[in-house]
């Protein structure tokens, strides 16, 4: 019912930025949490930011004041801002989009983008 694409992903040089998208299409109306996931290799999948259908935003430690997430509604995208990016960085960045409360949550997955951070 709800399909994720991301896009923005690539190599950036240590200390650079990019801006990630995540273009959500369907039964979007019905979502009430967004964030972006990355996982690197050998490690498990870590939230890096969420965003309510309230707008309230949430940000991992390791991001916090380096890491914007927002929406524009009227694109249905969802955006990832980073900057002073590292080689800690590196993943593969997952869009997530849940809906529902109470007796159910559905989440759904977009297929990821690849980020690299390296000279």
């Known amino acids: 019912q709800v399909q994720l694409v991301e896009s923005g992903g690539g190599l950036v040089q240590p200390g650079g930025s990019l801006r990630l998208s995540c273009a959500a299409s369907?039964?979007?109306?019905?979502?009430?949490?967004m964030g972006w996931y990355r996982q690197a290799p050998g490690k498990q999948r870590e939230l890096v930011a969420s965003?309510?259908?309230?707008?309230?935003?949430r940000y991992a430690a390791s991001v916090t004041g380096r890491a914007t997430i927002s929406n524009d509604n009227a694109k249905n995208t969802v955006y990832l801002e980073m900057n002073s990016l590292n080689s800690e960085d590196t993943a593969v960045y997952y869009c997530?989009?849940?809906?529902?409360?109470?007796?159910?949550?559905?989440?759904?997955w977009g297929r990821g983008t690849q980020v690299t951070v390296s000279s």
């Open positions: 369907g039964s979007i109306s019905s979502i009430n949490l």
């Open positions: 997530n989009a849940a809906r529902g409360s109470g007796y159910s949550v559905t989440s759904y």
């Open positions: 965003i309510t259908s309230g707008g309230n935003t």
